[in-house]
């Protein structure tokens, strides 16, 4: 299920009884390869997961690594030259992409998701940080520098945000 939370009311958006492309980050938090329950499931057999089963032991984070201009989104096709994803414990790369790969401008601009897991949202932030520094694509322009700079704000850290984060971000930046 998807919600908006303005400040004081939550808005419905969309059910969805399928794998979701943030499926990932349900995965490092829980621990559960839902991918694979499914396929069991769909073959017939019994889900042996209950729901006091699930628990929610980490603090998971996902920036989503497209091929656009961190300034305007524009999206930035062209040919990678080099592709270097971060990696290490509590890393996770969902990608097609590699050293050498061209991105159209016909289809949705999407190259990489890199998720992270930590213990405390703290420190799922630093290693959002690390991932960010350390990964590695040339020939095209991506989002990554627009996330670098976007969870070094104070609403961010503090997790005090709500969905006019990122107009807002944009308008302080356009100010300074």
Avoid: W
């Amino acid at each position: 299920m998807e919600f908006l939370y303005d400040g004081s009311s939550f808005y419905f958006i969309e059910i969805n009884t399928r794998i979701q492309v943030e499926h990932p980050v349900t995965e490092l938090l829980t621990g559960i390869d839902i991918v694979e329950e499914q396929i069991k499931v769909a073959e017939g057999k019994r889900l042996e997961i209950e729901q006091s089963d699930i628990r929610f032991p980490y603090h998971v984070i996902e920036a989503r690594i497209n091929a656009e201009d961190p300034e305007n989104f524009v999206p930035s096709a062209g040919h990678i030259t080099k592709f270097f994803p971060p990696g290490g414990p509590g890393v996770r790369i969902d990608t097609a992409i590699g050293s050498g790969s061209e991105i159209s401008p016909y289809y949705d601009s999407l190259i990489a998701k890199l998720i992270v897991r930590h213990n405390s949202r703290k420190n799922a932030i630093k290693r959002l940080e690390r991932c960010l520094e350390e990964f590695v694509v040339e020939g095209i322009r991506t989002s990554i520098p627009f996330y670098s700079n976007l969870i070094k704000t104070k609403e961010f850290r503090q997790s005090k945000y709500d969905t006019n984060l990122v107009d807002k971000f944009i308008r302080d930046r356009k100010e300074t």
